[in-house]
């Protein structure tokens, strides 16, 4: 049940689109860099494309809203990491990983 319920999970982060790259989601940009379910705690590691990014708290907000949407009841912690720095090579789509490797 519980690897079942972390599956859900993936599935609502992957309906959360970086608004300066609109047709790809944040877990396949590979900016969600854990996920962790215990019981009904979910925590979550993610970076940003840049140390400066303006949509900083909206982010993590929309992160946050996507999840309790399907599980209102989950609690939902994010920590925010650049260690490491997110490059294209963590993008998980390997069609998507080619537009920004050229």
């Known amino acids: 049940m519980q690897n079942q319920n972390l599956n859900n999970i993936i599935e609502c982060l992957q309906t959360v ?10 877990y ?16 979550i590691t993610m970076t940003y494309t840049t140390i400066a990014c303006p949509l900083w ?14 599980y209102p009841k989950y609690e939902v912690n994010i920590e925010i990491t650049f260690d490491p720095m997110r490059n294209p090579s963590m993008i998980k789509d390997t069609d998507i ?6």
Do not use: C, H, S
């Open 17 to 26: 689109y970086d608004p300066e790259f609109p047709m790809v989601d944040l």
């Open 97 to 102: 990983q080619k537009l920004f490797n050229n």
């Open 57 to 70: 708290d909206m982010l993590q907000q929309l992160v946050k809203n996507a999840i309790l949407e399907r």
């Open 28 to 43: 396949t940009l590979g900016l969600i860099y854990d996920v962790k379910l215990d019981w009904d705690t979910v925590n």
